[in-house]
């Protein structure tokens, strides 16, 4: 699945200044508190005042910018999880990169957001940032440029709370003194990167810059709020077919890269940088946030949940196994040490440990999804026809289980469409199974592609490749799911020349 990173780069000298001095208190043994607002909630080491006031941003900003959902982010199908912490060592053990202060990550059982918030409004700026993320998550229409994404988060984020008004768009002094001061990336070189992990915090740096000021340019141009999306939605267009960043860029903005970048210089030496303004009612009637304490063991299993969706698996087992201690969360410990054991291959330990899992907690969703999860890892590596049937027959089970005890979401209805696919049975139903996963989470191109499949199994290829055809729009780069679609459509006009 896809993730996105931000790399919040701390200027002139204050990175270490504010993160020098660790409390030597182990992070599940801090003050936990679940804070909730009307659509947020937050699993919190900072102080309750703190995290009151990064709800508050954040229902500002959703009353200010909208978003589709009319449920609160966390009753969601797919829901939203919160962590916030305020050590950068603390942060980055949990398993998010060191040169970052946010993180956001999004599958279809849930999304993710982990920030550290040390002084000042950082952590507002980067829960921000983290909900921009999520908004464009929502939207699921196309997959934005790296330089776009990065850049609106920023352009989004960098903002205030003023009486009846949400304001955004001011002008960060970080990447002020970072363009001031720095040799700026060629735009070549910015419009073709996809990966920020790999960067020193130089170029990330500059990166998150160039990329604000991009954002901030082009939505100061007359009528941005009707062509920007227009334009974007061509240069998704153009990538899906293999045309190249810049040429891709320049085709769809109607630009030649040269003068689009003198044309960036000479806005960022004028150094107006107009703000925009949306009226809200900031009073926000209504918000009354609820504050929950947290027990040791249940800060240790959101901890372990956190660090297994970083793939950070040895914090994991630990705080998982530390939780085997407490009688009312057991369950969770064993399958999630389960799901690690059967990603590390171990396969006799995993199944002990889900048996366990369920004997003690049969009557919970998530530890039979954490089981059908297992089936689904087992089942793409499994070659033999009679095993795959046999581990399809254990997924189906598994899922089943889940839906008597709730109803189905979008990584249920996706996983059961895989599991009748791979038994090459009752396809009509695989069909049906992905397509409503689809309808309610269209960011997921993993099941787009089983669904393509899926039409070519039954005939369909037409239907077959304009699925296909949309993963390619909606995935810029050269991967495993472009290979896939790439060979879905050819099969699909080889399928059309025989039914021909």
């Known amino acids: 699945m896809s993730r996105t990173a931000v790399f919040i780069i701390f200027m002139l000298g204050t990175f270490c200044l504010e993160h020098a001095c660790a409390n030597g208190v182990p992070l599940a043994d801090r003050n936990w508190q679940e804070i909730s ?27 200010s910018l909208g978003d589709s959902n009319e449920i609160s982010t966390y009753e969601s199908q797919v829901p939203t999880i919160i962590l916030a912490v305020d050590n950068h060592d603390d942060y980055v053990s ?43 998550k929502q939207s699921g229409q196309i997959r934005f440029p790296r330089w776009f994404e990065e850049g609106n988060a920023e352009y989004l984020s960098y903002s205030r709370v003023r009486d009846q008004a949400f304001e955004y768009g001011m002008a960060p002094q970080g990447h002020l003194a970072s363009l001031n001061f720095m040799s700026w990336m060629p735009l070549a070189t910015l419009l073709a990167t996809d990966d920020t992990s ?17 954002v901030h340019y082009l939505r100061s141009l007359p009528d941005a709020d009707q062509t920007l999306p227009a334009s974007l939605a061509r240069y998704a267009r153009l ?37 925009r303004s949306v009226s809200v009612n900031t009073a926000l009637p209504g918000f009354l946030p609820q504050v929950a304490k947290m027990s040791r063991p249940e800060a240790q299993l959101a901890l372990a949940h956190m660090a297994f969706r970083l793939e950070n698996f040895d914090a994991a087992e630990n705080w998982f196994t530390a939780v085997l201690d407490d009688n009312d969360l057991r369950a969770h410990g064993e399958a999630g040490l389960g799901r690690i054991l059967g990603r590390r291959g171990d396969l006799e330990g995993a199944n002990k ?18 089981y059908a999860q297992y089936w689904a890892q087992q089942l793409s590596t499994s070659y033999d026809s009679k095993m795959r049937e046999k581990v399809a027959s254990r997924l189906i089970e598994s899922l089943q289980n889940a839906l008597t005890i709730s109803v189905a979401t979008p990584e249920l209805n996706s996983l059961m469409g895989l599991a009748y696919l791979a038994k090459g049975r009752d396809l009509p139903a695989a069909i049906d199974y992905l397509e409503t996963a689809i309808e309610a989470a269209p960011q997921d191109q993993a099941t787009r592609m089983l669904l393509a499949r899926a039409y070519l199994f039954v005939l369909q ?37 025989q039914m021909n």
């Open 353 to 370: 440990r889900f048996e366990t899992a369920i004997y003690l907690m049969a009557w919970d969703f998530r530890i039979w999804m954490d």
């Open 461 to 497: 290829p037409d239907e077959a490749i304009a699925v296909a055809e949309s993963v390619l729009r909606f995935e810029h780069q050269a991967n495993v799911l472009t290979d896939a679609a790439h060979d879905v459509i050819n099969d699909a006009h080889e399928l059309r020349r």
């Open 239 to 275: 990538a899906s077919t293999g045309t190249p960043p810049s040429e891709a860029f320049s085709q769809a903005f109607a630009v030649d890269l040269e003068d689009f970048e003198q044309a960036l210089l000479q806005y960022f030496l004028r150094k107006k940088f107009a703000s």
């Open 198 to 214: 790999a960067m020193n915090s130089d170029d990330a740096a500059l990166f998150y810059g160039q990329s604000w000021l991009m």
């Open 37 to 63: 607002s009307g659509n947020f909630r937050i699993k919190s080491v900072l102080a309750e005042e703190e995290t009151i006031e990064l709800l508050r941003h954040l229902e500002v900003m959703r009353a």
């Open 94 to 136: 949990i398993g998010a990169p060191d040169f970052s202060a946010g993180y956001f990550i999004s599958d279809l059982r849930e999304n993710a957001i982990l920030i550290e918030h040390t002084a000042g409004s950082r952590g507002i700026q980067i829960i921000l940032h983290e909900y921009a993320h999520y908004l464009n």
